[in-house]
Structures are given as C-alpha cells and as structure tokens.
C-alpha cells in the first residue's frame, strides 16, 4: 500500500495497546510493538495474520538509553516513522497515607517519564520529517482522580499537560499531538476487579457500560489519519468525566 506507516506501539502484549497494534496491523501498516516482557509465540501468531508487519521489540520504556537505541534502530531500518502511541503504563494502587516513595515513583517513572523519553526520541525523527503524529494514552483519572490512585492520577494528569505543551512546540512542524483519556475499559486490568467495585463503576457511567478495547483503537487510528487536530485530549469514558 502506498500509504502505508511506521507505527510504534508500546505496552502492546494486551489490553488496549493490543487492541491498538492489531487495528493498525489490520490497515497493512509497520506496526512495532513494545512490551517490558518477551511476546508470546501465540501472540506474535495472533498480529501476524493480519494483513501489516509486526515487529516485536522488548524492553522499558523508563530506561532512557533502551528507548534512544529502539528509536534509533527504527529509524535506520524504517526511514521514517509516522505516529508514536504511548500506551505503556502500570497501576500501583494504595491510600495516601500508606503510599511508599516507591509506588509513588515506579508509577510516574513509567507512565510520565516513559511517555517523554519516547515522545522526546521520536520528536527529533518528525521534526526533520515534519510530519507524525503523537497520541498519548491518559486516563479520565487524570481528570476528575480517584481514590486510592493519587499516584497513577498524578502521572496522567502530567501526560495531559505534557501532551499539550509538546503539541504547542511541534505544530509549526506540521507534528501533531493528542491524548485519550479512557475511562473503565473492558481488560484484563477490569477483569479482576469485584463485581461490587465494577456495579459502582457503572453507576459512575451515564452509558451504563465499560469500554471496549476496540473502541479506544478506533480512536487512536482516527486521529492518525487527522491534518488538523492538535493539542485535544478525547475522552473515551461513557461520561464519566461528567460526573467528576
């Protein structure tokens, strides 16, 4: 296909980012995916009968130097790369007062510092380009918070800021910034929750059910195609952010 991109995925062996490589893997396009862990045989089976190339590579995106040499490797081999979604992230729940520095910092580390040390890399790629797009996945936490997750609501609110700062330094270059902001999404993550905690979660939801992963993808591969969107922040939530 002549339109055919260079996407990178990261956290991208399950749930939304998942979701998010196989939409992307269905259009034919270069999909590298990221994970901290290696992939799975069945996995790589599962994007590879889509029509696009999977190209698994593993590591942590809070290591700077992992994500100077991945940037780097995917430039030299791909000549290009057309949209960065950064969906890697982690969850380390607890009450304020019991928080240690740890959870607060593994937390930020990954969610925070882990989307600028991507977004910074590939920005130096589509700049000279001047093209690209950046989608940021944020959370509708970092909107309205939650209990018990003043960490992980901290670190996507900063991604909120942070997409919005960068998608005022990039745009002259024709590099286009946003980020989605889901809210309770159908996963592995909602899977294992209590079904008292899912009922109240509904009753937080005008539309009376959970996300689906498919839905955010939809989002994501949307706004990769967009010329004139930058600097937004979606929220894909039921609306819940409504009732923040």
């Not at 995917?74 to 019991?98: E, S, Y």
Request: glycine letters at 10%; zero cysteines.
């Amino acid at each position: 296909m002549d339109n055919k991109k260079v996407v990178i995925v990261t956290g991208s062996s399950r749930g939304i980012g998942k979701a998010i490589a196989s939409a992307f893997l269905k259009e034919g396009h270069t999909v590298v995916v990221n994970g901290r862990s290696e992939f799975t045989p069945e996995l790589l089976e599962y994007f590879n009968a889509f029509s696009g190339e999977v190209h698994p590579v593993v590591g942590d995106i809070s290591d700077e130097s992992f994500v100077k040499k991945m940037i780097k490797e995917i430039k030299k081999t791909f000549k290009k790369i057309d949209v960065l979604v950064n969906n890697a992230g982690l969850t380390r729940d607890n009450l304020l007062i019991r928080m240690t520095e740890e959870e607060f910092d593994s937390t930020l580390s990954v969610n925070l510092k882990g989307t600028f040390f991507t977004a910074r890399e590939v920005a130096k790629v589509m700049l000279k380009q001047r093209s690209g797009h950046i989608i940021n996945i944020s959370s509708v936490v970092g909107t309205i918070g939650n209990v018990g997750q003043s960490n992980y609501a901290a670190s996507k609110a900063g991604v909120i800021g942070f997409t919005k700062s960068i998608a005022k330094e990039l745009a002259s270059r024709g590099v286009m910034i946003n980020a989605i902001a889901p809210g309770f999404i159908e996963s592995d993550m909602t899977d294992s929750l209590t079904e008292d905690i899912k009922e109240q979660a509904l009753q937080s939801i005008p539309l009376k059910r959970l996300g689906t992963v498919e839905e955010i993808a939809e989002l994501v591969t949307f706004l990769s195609d967009q010329k004139y969107i930058t600097g937004q922040v979606l929220h894909v939530d039921g609306g819940m952010v409504m009732n923040g």
